[in-house]
């Protein structure tokens, strides 16, 4: 009933910037999270930032001051701006949100199919 959709990847220089999209659409009730994952080969999957609808926002270090999140709730959309970029950034950027389909039943959590960074001279 609830698809995410992410867009805004792509090829970048070391250095260089991107900002990613996610829409959420479909029979949506009300959204409590968003967050931005990435999973890179070889490597764990690994939160990159959340929003909530209240505005609380947390980075792990390894993104802190690079990158920021921000969500406009009409729009059930949340972006990833992404400075500095780093080869070490490479990977497929995952958007996750906790999703209420109606408004007494718990939140399910969704996944969208990913969007390819590839940060490469």
């Known amino acids: 009933q609830v698809r995410l959709v992410e867009s805004g990847g792509g090829l970048v220089q070391p250095g260089g910037s991107l900002r990613l999209s996610c829409a959420a659409s479909?029979?949506?009730?009300?959204?409590?999270?968003m967050s931005w994952y990435r999973q890179a080969p070889g490597k764990q999957r690994e939160l990159v930032a959340y929003?909530?609808?209240?505005?609380?926002?947390n980075y792990p270090d390894s993104v802190k001051g690079r990158f920021t999140i921000s969500r406009d709730n009409a729009k059930n959309t949340v972006y990833l701006q992404m400075n500095s970029l780093k080869p070490e950034d490479t990977a497929v950027y995952v958007c996750?949100?906790?999703?209420?389909?109606?408004?007494?039943?718990?939140?399910?959590?969704?996944w969208g199919q990913g969007t390819q960074v590839t940060v490469s001279s």
């Open positions: 996750n949100a906790y999703v209420r389909v109606a408004a007494l039943t718990p939140p399910s959590d969704y």
């Open positions: 479909g029979s949506i009730f009300s959204i409590n999270v």
């Open positions: 929003i909530t609808t209240g505005g609380s926002i």
